[in-house]
């Protein structure tokens, strides 16, 4: 197949709907694309298929040991746990399913926080995304899956998928911190580490525009629901059954995060939970 594909500082970047690394036999996430057979170890940043999708196929084929974050291990080998969790554990009906938290499940060989590293890789974490989300960075060169939304993600989606508002805003200032020369997101362009610096900026923005639309939101008490109807009809975010409930799952992100900064706080009356402002 043909490859579409840059070097940085001799990494190799394979690029595609999800952002793929080579560096010293060694894969950073998958996709369809001409592996090397000496191929040592795949690194997995997180548990969601558009990254792990290829991951089985190609531990067959090439022996390679698939390396994947603790945290995130259990969704790779299992991908109902991802569809169940989003559901409060029930089983959602497939419509409301979305394809990232389906694919072919794939033994994890060793964790991430466990494999030897040498050389020039190094594991960062960076979660919020999910728990275990877990960037490589190469040689200068960081991959950093999907902990980082630049502007072209912000134009696609504007509620993208988080779990935990707080972690991300963590991870985004380790991104700030940390040295490379090159970070490559998942799902958009290449950039320097000085471009990165503004992406960054422009995605705590985007966070606490999100908050603060909460906040005002929830001038009078809201049940969960009607936040949710409110927060989307707000963002004028398309009707789309798998959609809304990775919008559900990211509110509920920065719900959590509001209380646990002491913005926000809950009672339930009349078998609703409501959310207020904690004044
Ligand atoms: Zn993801």
């Known amino acids: 197949m043909r490859q579409k594909f840059i070097e940085l500082n001799g990494v190799k970047c394979i690029l595609g709907k999800?952002?793929?690394g080579l560096y010293e036999n060694h894969l950073i996430d998958t996709a369809v694309i001409d592996t090397p057979l000496n191929l040592e170890a795949i690194l997995i940043t997180h548990g969601h298929?558009?990254?792990?999708?290829?991951?089985?196929?190609?531990?067959?084929?090439?022996?390679?040991?698939v390396v994947a974050p603790k945290e995130d291990a259990f969704l790779i080998e299992n991908p109902e746990v991802n569809v169940r969790g989003m559901f409060n554990w029930a089983r959602p009906p497939v419509e409301m399913t979305t394809?990232?938290?389906?694919?072919?499940?794939?033994?994890?060989?060793?964790?991430?926080?466990?494999?030897?590293?040498e050389g020039a890789i190094t594991p960062l974490p960076l979660s919020g995304h999910t728990m275990g989300h877990t960037g490589y960075l190469c040689?200068?060169?960081?991959?950093?899956?999907?902990a980082l939304y630049p502007k072209a993600i912000w134009e696609r989606h504007k509620l993208p998928y988080s779990?935990?508002?707080?972690?991300?805003?963590?991870?985004?200032?380790?991104i700030k911190k940390a040295t490379f020369d090159w970070i490559v997101p998942s799902h958009s362009a290449v950039m320097s580490k000085e471009e990165s610096i503004e992406q960054v900026a422009l995605h705590l923005e985007r966070l606490a525009q999100i908050d603060a639309l909460i906040l005002r939101l929830l001038a009078h008490p809201q049940s969960t629901e009607e936040l949710i109807y409110d927060v989307l009809r707000e963002l004028d975010i398309k009707d789309n059954l798998a959609q809304y409930w990775l919008s559900v799952t990211t509110i509920k992100g920065h719900l959590s995060g509001l209380v646990s900064t002491y913005k926000v706080t809950y009672d339930i009356t009349d078998h609703r939970v409501y959310w207020k402002l904690n004044d």
């Open 18 to 20: 999800t952002n793929v």
């Open 49 to 65: 298929t558009d990254h792990f999708a290829w991951a089985s196929t190609l531990q067959k084929r090439t022996r390679a040991l």
């Open 99 to 117: 394809k990232v938290f389906l694919g072919e499940p794939c033994k994890v060989d060793r964790y991430t926080e466990e494999y030897p590293f």
């Open 139 to 146: 040689d200068g060169v960081l991959f950093a899956g999907d």
């Open 163 to 174: 779990i935990d508002v707080e972690l991300t805003r963590r991870s985004l200032d380790a």
